[in-house]
């Protein structure tokens, strides 16, 4: 019988398989950033040992960093100690490090991909749920505990039990105005927060192939939102033009080398699943949420659910946090904030969706808009199109990269009882800051959002 | 990590499914560099109803109820990979979390630090609430060893699983890195045999 992709890779990492335990299993590259790494490295200084391998780390500082006024020492006591412990441990254990003010930093998923440093084949872990978004290039990407961060860094290995593999297959052509993140908010929706637990999803289909390699990074992104451990496309011949010449690419016979192997990426015609799903792409429409979990997402003319004996679990719970009626319609429902950015939707994509938008407009006077890019890459790029120019002129405060307002770890975050459209991964109670309400959507719904200072349904953007 | 055997426990409940790590330690509390103290704002936005108002409504200001035991709705500790939601739960006092479901991540996070996760059927963890909920001094007792849980009062004596591997570590209190080190000469051979990626 056939392998599927995700078995392949896993199955030539794996370095040793306890009996009836998990598997050590082998780390090809491993981002760290300055929250869930300094209890690591400690553990390390106590032990008196050093970091095994440390040209497979990269560092960044991205959680818990300001956006603006980086140049500046960081206020927050805590946080800066927490982002010099990370200058600290990286130099005292030889780690490379895109701190504030590299021309590398940025949201640590961004950055991988953005490098080169993300590669087909490769087994990838970051102590941070979102490494799935590494997936995109054909490769077993997944978040990892502070334990576990240690264990990589001591030994470069993990141990772990192999999770289930499962497909996920869209096909067909997207409707106007439906982009990646509503495929994704869509196929949570379906199979709900935890529909994807304890497997690995392969994404796959025609209308998965549509994607660019940036899209397709914010469905990976979010496969941990269905509970899943990541999510992963096979490699195409986009995936290669996305890395060829990027700054850690292999060259030269490198490439030549590499390339062969990254073409026999791909699950065997009869591999088998432990489970398959299909979805058709013309039954999505924009897509957004109402409650406080990402799989609580709707169609955006469609109608919240009705809270009844057969409701979603803890809808009625959900819906008291958001204010919202059971029964009702967000479409044409007054919001307060938009945020873009994050790890999911921050990308010069989504940065030229937005810019496409919302140029020669303006947003509405009672939202405040915070468009937060995901590296300093993605930044400059952006001045070098204008698209910065178009922001500002639309009423946007471009900041500088970081997290953000994603976590509300640093001072952005959206104030409590207000609702904003996020184009984040989370819309948990408290998510973006106390009592914030979250509504998750496609930068192209959050851009609308701005504008007219309601819900809005982008598809009548393109009417005419 | 320290070992783990056995336990006599009261239970406190928290009926709620889908609790994310968000909930159980909010990012703005995550700016430490040690693992301690996570348990003062475990629950944080739950617990209190400003800075340092405590909620009379949220379980574990009432009056009376404690136990190293939390017993939790499906799908517990879904969302972020933060290891914080396993220290703020272990520093907390809770040795034991039972649910019908647990998220991945945190369940090697809390297997990890010396907190058991059980898993109980959907069954089961109903009769667990309606019995603590009717007499909060129910005692449970959690048998690592044996990988039973048993509630007398309840009527509830139920095997759960956990693999063999984890157990002996727990009952030991041996951790991962201990065991991965011991390996390091495997690994090295492994990385001689392979070219292709690194
Ligand atoms: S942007 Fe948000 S989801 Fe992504 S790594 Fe940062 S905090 Fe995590």
Redesign the interface.
């Known amino acids: 019988m056939g392998k599927t992709l995700f078995d392949k890779i896993w199955d030539a990492h794996v370095v040793h398989t306890v009996e009836d335990g998990p598997q050590v299993v082998y780390i090809d590259r491993h981002f760290i950033h300055e929250v869930t790494s300094p209890q690591a490295f400690a553990g390390l200084k106590s032990r008196g040992i050093p970091v095994f391998r440390p040209k497979q780390t990269i560092a960044t500082a991205d959680h818990n960093v300001p956006t603006e006024n980086q140049h500046l020492p960081i206020k927050d006591a805590l946080s800066r100690h927490q982002v010099d412990t990370l200058i600290k441990n990286c130099k005292d254990f030889g780690v490379e490090l895109y701190g504030l003010g590299h021309p590398y930093q940025g949201i640590v998923h961004v950055i991988g991909p953005e490098l080169g440093i993300t590669q087909p084949g490769m087994t990838i872990v970051c102590g941070d749920s979102h490494t799935s978004t590494h997936g995109a290039f054909g490769n077993i990407a997944f978040g990892i505990g502070t334990s576990e961060v240690e264990q990589v860094l001591a030994t470069q290995c993990v141990l772990q039990r192999k999770p289930k593999t499962m497909k996920v297959q869209v096909d067909g052509e997207l409707n106007k105005g439906v982009v990646s993140k509503d495929i994704i908010l869509y196929i949570i929706s379906q199979l709900s927060a935890s529909g994807g637990t304890g497997h690995f999803i392969e994404f796959c289909g025609t209308a998965i192939e549509s994607l660019s390699m940036e899209a397709r990074m914010t469905i990976c992104n979010m496969s941990i939102e269905m509970g899943a451990r990541g999510g992963l496309i096979a490699p195409d011949e986009k995936t290669f033009e996305y890395i060829k010449g990027r700054t850690f690419a292999p060259k030269g016979a490198e490439w030549d080398k590499k390339l062969s192997y990254w073409k026999t990426l791909r699950t065997d015609e009869d591999a088998q699943f432990d489970s398959s799903y299909h979805f058709n792409a013309e039954d999505i429409e924009p897509m957004i949420t109402y409650g406080t979990n990402p799989g609580m997402g709707i169609g955006i003319t469609q109608f919240i659910p009705q809270v009844n004996g057969n409701s979603v679990a803890g809808l009625e719970k959900s819906l008291k946090y958001m204010e919202l009626q059971g029964g009702s319609q967000l479409l044409g429902r007054e919001i307060d904030f938009v945020f873009i950015g994050s790890c999911t939707n921050s990308r010069i994509e989504d940065l030229r969706l937005v810019a496409e938008m919302v140029k020669g407009k303006k947003k509405a006077d009672r939202v405040q808009a915070m468009i937060v890019p995901g590296s300093r890459q993605v930044e400059q790029q952006a001045i070098a199109e204008g698209l910065d120019k178009v922001l500002k002129e639309a009423g946007f405060e471009l900041r500088q990269p970081g997290c953000s307002a994603c976590l509300g770890m640093n001072e952005d975050k959206v104030p409590k009882g207000k609702y904003c459209v996020s184009t984040s991964n989370r819309n948990f109670e408290g998510r973006q800051g106390p009592g914030a309400r979250t509504m998750l959507a496609s930068p192209l719904t959050a851009a609308a959002a701005a504008l007219t200072g309601r819900i809005t349904d982008v598809r009548d953007f393109y009417k005419d | 990590m320290e070992k783990f055997t056995q336990l006599f426990s009261k239970c406190v409940l928290l009926p709620?499914?889908?609790v994310?790590t968000?909930?159980i330690i909010?990012?703005?509390f995550?700016?430490?560099?040690?693992?301690e103290g996570f348990g003062d704002n475990l629950f944080r936005?739950w617990r209190y109803l400003d800075e340092s108002t405590p909620n009379p409504d949220f379980v574990l200001n009432q009056p009376g109820v404690e136990g190293q035991i939390l017993v939790a709705?499906?799908?517990f500790g879904?969302?972020?990979?933060?290891?914080?939601a396993?220290w703020a739960l272990y520093d907390y006092g809770f040795r034991v979390i039972i649910s019908s479901?647990f998220?991945?991540?945190f369940k090697?996070?809390a297997l990890?630090?010396g907190l058991l996760p059980v898993q109980v059927s959907d069954d089961v963890l109903a009769k667990i609430f309606k019995t603590v909920n009717n007499d909060p001094a129910t005692l449970a007792e959690v048998n690592l060893e044996e990988e039973r849980l048993v509630i007398e009062k309840a009527g509830i004596s139920e095997n759960f699983e956990i693999?063999?591997?984890?157990k002996y570590c727990m009952i030991n209190g041996f951790?991962?890195?201990d065991?991965?080190?011991n390996?390091?000469e495997?690994?090295k051979a492994?990385?001689q045999n392979?070219e292709?990626?690194?």
């Not at chain 2, 879904?78 to 914080?84: A, K, L, Q, T």
């Open positions: 709620e499914e889908n994310d968000d909930q909010p990012a703005r995550l700016k430490a560099v040690s693992r936005d709705g499906r799908n879904c969302g972020s990979s933060r290891e914080h396993a479901f998220a991945d991540i090697n996070n990890n630090n693999n063999n591997y984890k951790d991962d890195i065991f991965l080190i390996k390091s495997e690994i492994y990385e392979r292709l990626v690194i």
